[in-house]
């Protein structure tokens, strides 16, 4: 509208510099003209449109007239309109300048609202009080009532819906304390199937594999949970309970043996394979890495394999979940010097007749 204003101001002032020069009669015969052409537009046109700007312009030329003089013009609306226009363009310019920008508190600052959302996410035992006493705590001075706005706004409910923990966020949280355990099939050349039992810690991945066998019966089961107590008491483990599936071949003898030495055994729900997560991804991955490209002959080729890839899946291979370190194999310090990362000398050792790699400096 200003842009469009100027130029309406500067034509209009070219066109009075134009009447300067005219006589009298001239200006009297072109006012004439003119007035019988808006008869004529009055004759073909209905009803107007006026633009905002047409509006400020007519009523900053017209409203020095007197209200008679206004009534002898010929105008395509009335002269109360005109006045009218008049009025509403002081009351907004008087609007602009004594009225406040904008009303209400100022925005919540970006920061502090990612602040919130992340509290809420982390704790969804907290409401909005909670959350608000914990900004306080940090030095910083927002309402409890923004708070509130904030979670409403993103959707997030009262603390007391948000209260229900599911079973990844129980794994998460108990890491520290866990163990799972599963049984799952190897075939060899033959067919023959073969079971292998393994064990994997959620904190730090490492994985034990106590033993294979074609017949697993439960004095097996149970004569490997004995095995499996032994070694986690000589690696000093603080687990606190043990996932399993509801596989017949875990019996109540079985489920004893952690129970006397303070592990807790939690089933997994009926066929519901992602409650041992976890266990599960691993036993995919030793199909991927392992028994998928390796011909097995026997029980015995079947138990030599897995302790090598045991060894390989503990002191080597990178996990994501440890950023990239092993899990009895921490990272080592990163290369910094270019010489040394010119100059690069790694040596290849392979396992199992090159089935697995493993990469190392030369010493």
Aim: positive net charge; glycine residues 4%.
């Amino acid at each position: 509208m200003l842009l469009r204003l100027a130029y309406l101001a500067a034509t209009n002032t070219f066109a009075f510099l134009r009447l300067l020069p005219m006589s009298d009669r001239d200006k009297g015969i072109e006012i004439l003209a003119l007035r019988h052409q808006l008869l004529v537009l009055q004759r073909q046109v209905g009803k107007p449109t006026f633009t905002d700007t047409d509006r400020a312009v007519l009523a900053g030329l017209l409203h020095h007239l007197p209200m008679d003089k206004l009534r002898h013009l010929l105008l395509l609306v009335r002269p109360d309109t005109v006045l009218r226009w008049h009025r509403d363009l002081l009351k907004r310019r008087h609007a602009a300048t004594c009225m406040p920008k904008r009303r209400g508190r100022p925005p919540t600052i970006r920061s502090i609202r990612a602040l919130v959302l992340r509290l809420a996410h982390e704790n969804s035992s907290w409401g909005y009080r909670r959350i608000h006493g914990e900004l306080a705590a940090l030095g910083i001075q927002v309402a409890a009532s923004t708070v509130w706005e904030i979670l409403k706004e993103h959707g997030i409910p009262p603390a007391p819906e948000r209260q229900s923990t599911t079973w990844a966020e129980f794994l998460h949280g108990q890491a520290e304390a866990l163990l799972a355990c599963d049984l799952f099939e190897a075939r060899t050349l033959t067919g023959a199937r073969l079971h292998v039992f393994a064990v994997i810690e959620h904190a730090t991945r490492r994985v034990r594999i106590p033993g294979a066998t074609a017949h697993p019966t439960a004095a097996w089961i149970v004569q490997l949970g004995r095995n499996l107590l032994m070694n986690l008491e000589d690696a000093g483990s603080r687990a606190k309970f043990l996932i399993r599936d509801r596989d017949s071949k875990f019996t109540a003898a079985f489920d004893a043996l952690p129970a006397d030495a303070g592990l807790k055994v939690v089933t997994t729900g009926i066929r519901i394979p992602r409650m041992n997560s976890l266990m599960e991804r691993w036993i995919q991955t030793s199909r991927r890495e392992l028994l998928d490209p390796t011909l097995i002959w026997n029980q015995s080729h079947l138990l030599y394999a897995l302790r090598e890839f045991e060894t390989f899946y503990n002191c080597h291979r990178p996990q994501r979940t440890l950023k990239q370190a092993a899990p009895l194999r921490p990272l080592p310090e990163p290369i910094h010097l270019p010489a040394q990362i010119e100059h690069l000398d790694i040596r290849r050792r392979d396992r199992l007749g090159g089935t697995l790699h493993e990469y190392r400096h030369t010493a």
